[in-house]
C-alpha cells in the first residue's frame, strides 16, 4: 500500500492581505503559520469576528498566533481556539481544509469498506471494466494483497488429506482466478463480465479527496484498535501521516480522534 499526498488547501496569495503567511513582530521577530492554520482561523473567527473574511489573518492573526494560549494547555492562543472548537463539536469549521490523496495498492475488500464513508469524501478509481487484467494485457495480470494472517503458520486440508501451508494455498487459488480470467477473455467474454471472477484480493488505485472534518471522523472509526480491518486500519495511519506532515497542528486532534 501506497498513500501520496497530491495536493492541499492553500491560500490565495493574490489577497493583499495573505501575499505572505510570516507574521512580523515587533520585536523584529517573525512567526510562520501553515496555509491550513490561516484558513482553519479564518473560518472560525468569521462566526464571531466584525471583520471581515479576507481581513482576519491581516487583523486577527498576529493576536492568536503569537499570544500564549489562554487555557493552560500550550502553544498559541490559536491552538487554544482549535482545541476549543474540536472539543466543543464545532468542526464544520474545519470542513475548508482539504486533502487530495493517491492511494494506490490496495485490495477491492478495503475499498468497499473505504466508500461507506461518503460524506466529505470524493474517489475516483481505477475500473476494472476498462482496465484488463489478463496475463498478456499492459497490467500483466492482477495484482493482489496477501493478509498477514496467511502467511503464518496455518496449513489447508485439500481433498486427499494432504496439508499444505496457507500462504501457498492461496497464491495457488489467486493463480487459478487468473487463469479463469485469461479463459474467459480468450472465449471472447468481455472485460467487464470476465472481472466478475476478480477476487476481493485484487489491488485498485484510487484518487480520494477529504476533508480535515471528515478525515477525523475517519481516523476515529477506522483507527488501530477500534475494530477495524488490518488494511484499513493501515491505510488509517498513513492518510494521518500524510495530513500532519504538511499541517503538523492537526495530530494532536487525531490523537484524540
Known amino acids: 500500500m501506497e498513500v501520496k499526498l497530491i495536493a492541499h488547501t492553500q491560500v490565495n496569495r493574490k489577497l493583499k492581505s495573505w501575499r505572505g503567511l510570516t507574521i ?8 510562520h503559520i501553515t496555509d491550513g492554520q490561516a484558513v482553519a482561523l479564518t473560518a472560525i473567527r468569521t462566526c464571531y ?15 492568536y498566533f503569537t499570544n500564549p494560549a489562554t487555557d493552560g494547555k500550550g502553544g498559541t492562543d490559536a491552538d487554544r481556539l482549535f482545541r476549543h472548537i474540536v472539543n466543543s463539536g464545532h468542526t464544520s469549521t474545519l470542513e475548508h481544509l482539504s486533502f487530495t490523496f493517491a492511494i494506490e495498492g490496495v485490495s477491492r475488500a478495503l475499498l468497499a469498506q473505504l466508500t461507506r464513508h461518503r460524506v ?5 478509481v481505477q475500473s476494472q471494466r476498462y482496465c484488463k487484467f489478463g ?11 496477501v493478509p498477514e494472517s496467511v502467511k503464518g503458520d496455518k496449513y489447508v486440508t485439500i481433498d486427499d488429506g494432504k496439508q499444505i501451508p496457507a500462504s501457498d494455498y492461496y497464491v495457488a487459488c489467486m493463480k487459478t482466478i487468473q487463469r479463469m480470467y485469461d479463459d474467459l477473455r480468450a472465449a471472447g467474454i468481455a472485460g467487464e463480465d470476465s472481472r466478475m471472477v ?14 480535515l472534518r471528515a478525515l477525523l471522523d475517519f481516523y476515529s ?22 495530513v500532519v ?9 487525531f490523537e484524540q480522534a
Open 24 to 31: 512580523d513582530l515587533e520585536n523584529g521577530n517573525s512567526v
Open 49 to 63: 469576528s466584525a471583520n471581515k473574511p479576507s481581513e482576519i489573518i491581516a487583523k486577527e492573526g498576529a493576536k
Open 120 to 124: 466529505g469524501f470524493s474517489y475516483s
Open 135 to 145: 496475463s498478456n494485457d499492459k497490467t500483466g495480470g492482477f495484482d493482489y494483497v
Open 198 to 211: 476478480l477476487p476481493n484480493a485484487a489491488t485498485t488505485n484510487l484518487v480520494m479527496t477529504a476533508n
Open 221 to 242: 472509526k477506522r483507527r488501530k484498535g477500534r475494530g477495524a480491518q488490518w488494511e484499513i486500519a493501515e491505510l488509517a495511519e498513513k492518510l494521518r501521516a500524510a
Open 245 to 253: 506532515a504538511v499541517e503538523p497542528w492537526t495530530d494532536a486532534f
